[in-house]
């Protein structure tokens, strides 16, 4: 029977216990990291080392499904220590020497999220690689971009897809950066101050794969700041990708019919035969919602004093989970992108159908006609609203009609007729306008083909660390396991 009330139970440590299966190999590896560091030092009695290395053993061995995990018992740790001492008695406590709970489990937490953002900038890389790949493809891709969902300028679409890719890419310099916070190692705090039973603290760093310690013993123990950043980061990304998913939503529309989701990525009605919805574009939607409610959470947990466990009690299962949908919206709008049918003709229909080319004719007039810009733009003005009353297009647009335009302007039609001459067509040819583009970071073809190579490049370097860190971490693992498997022996062999 439990010596807690049912309501803690239910409220308190069934809540904690939830997040066990996150924890627990990360809680296996600082278990055994430690049991090495307090046998180095010399703490430990001969005898108590294999019965510490049995238990420990086990438990690595133990999927966190069959552990036993009870909130009937308490939280997380003390379900451990209490499957620990029901097969070695007193002697579990050993475990305790020189490290707090706390400590095995903000290392645990430090172990699971490291590798939960290496999952996340592997997502995003894999979006820019894909990204930049369309953009590259659609650099000739002739298409109007929108400001308030209006008719712009001409553009093309690969000009517009890195537009998505750039920002995640500056989302992956930050979660690189917060990485390297993460990956530094708490163990040998103690209870807030150090702990002359560990020795020095870079020797558990070591044997967990850790690049370095966290240097002050009270932030190692209480710092939440590197985990709310990592979630924000995470919810930032996925807002980005979240706008390109509504732009694609509305494009993907019979109103716009620009492109087209992959079979794969839709969701078919069960009663409209006809309707196939962008199902991926809305689950991306929503999850970008929840990751901004998490990141808020985050926050409000961290605005608590000092030292309380509040901050980083809910960090455990909030920071992986969030982490990992993160992950998930990213991997799915990569598909998204990599898989997108796009309809080209009907992209430059409507590029061609509206008058996109009003603020370049606006400036030919004033670079032709001397006018300023402000004159140039009202004649411009005129004349647009008159063709669009006659149903006409931008590309229709003649000398003729600016002249008229500029007399009810206010200006001497004579003048600027003379000045334009006749043919407009290459001024108002929306291909030539988006050639025109060439200077740093335009729509020009050729400059967008530079820029998705120069993404493509950063996206595989970001990619080529992260397989490197990972590495770094499955030797050290794996080294640690060795050690106790050596050690263990050792202990058999001359027991």
């Known amino acids: 029977m439990s010596r807690y009330a049912d309501e803690l139970v239910e409220a308190g440590f069934a809540v904690e216990v939830a997040d066990a299966p996150l924890l627990h190999d990360g809680l296996n590896v600082a278990d055994l990291a430690h049991l090495i560091v307090l046998h180095e030092q010399g703490v430990l009695p001969e005898r108590v080392v294999p019965r510490l290395l049995e238990v420990l053993r086990d438990a690595d061995a133990t999927p966190a499904a069959e552990f036993g995990y009870d909130p009937q018992h308490g939280e997380v740790y003390n379900g451990r220590e209490r499957r620990f001492a029901a097969v070695i008695g007193r002697d579990a406590g050993w475990l305790h ?3 707090p709970r706390r400590e095995a489990v903000r290392i645990a937490l430090r172990l699971r999220v490291r590798r939960d953002l290496a999952d996340l900038v592997e997502a995003a890389g894999g979006f820019a690689l ?14 109007v971009e929108h400001t308030y969902l209006q008719h712009a300028q001409p553009s093309t679409l690969g000009h517009y897809l890195l537009g998505s890719v750039y920002p995640v890419l500056r989302d992956v310099d930050r979660l690189l950066a917060e990485l390297d916070l993460v990956d530094r190692s708490p163990g040998g705090a103690g209870g807030v101050n ?9 020797r558990t760093a070591a044997l967990l794969g850790f690049d370095g310690v966290v240097e002050h013993t009270r932030d190692a123990m209480w710092q939440a700041d590197a985990f709310t950043t990592a979630v924000t980061i995470a919810a930032g990304l996925v807002t980005t990708l979240d706008r390109l998913a509504e732009d694609l939503e509305i494009w993907s529309s019979a109103e716009f019919g620009w492109v087209r989701l992959a079979a794969g990525h839709t969701r078919t009605s069960v009663l409209m035969p006809q309707k196939r919805n962008p199902y991926a574009l809305t689950m991306v939607r929503g999850e970008a919602g929840v990751l901004i409610g998490r990141a808020t959470g985050m926050l409000a947990l961290a605005k608590s004093p000092s030292a309380r466990s509040d901050q980083l009690i809910f960090a455990y299962g909030e920071v992986p989970r969030a982490l990992d949908l993160a992950t998930r919206a990213t991997r799915l709008m990569a598909g998204v992108v990599a898989g997108l049918e796009v309809d080209a003709a009907t992209m430059e229909a409507a590029l061609r159908a509206g008058f996109s080319q009003a603020a370049d004719l606006a400036e030919h007039l004033m670079v032709t006609a001397g006018l300023d810009y402000r004159s140039a733009y009202d004649v411009v003005g005129v004349c647009v609203r008159r063709a669009e009353a006659e149903g006409l297009r931008g590309v229709d647009l003649t000398a003729a009609m600016l002249a008229d335009a500029a007399t009810e302007a206010g200006l001497d039609p004579s003048a600027l ?12 040819d929306p291909g030539a306008i988006v050639r025109s583009r060439g200077s740093r970071g335009g729509a020009e073809p050729g400059v967008v083909r530079g820029m998705a190579a120069e993404c493509a490049g950063s996206a595989e370097r970001a990619l080529a660390d ?16 060795r050690r106790a498997a050596c050690l263990a022996g050792d202990r058999e062999q001359h027991g």
């Open 130 to 143: 894909a990204g930049a790949r369309a953009a590259a493809q659609h650099a000739g891709t002739l298409m």
């Open 194 to 202: 150090g702990s002359p039973l560990t020795g020095d603290r870079s």
């Open 417 to 428: 007729a003379a000045a334009l001459g006749g043919d407009l067509a290459a001024v108002l």
């Open 466 to 481: 992260v397989a490197a860190r990972r590495s770094r971490w499955d030797e050290a693992e794996t080294d640690l396991r």
């Open 97 to 99: 020497a020189g490290r």
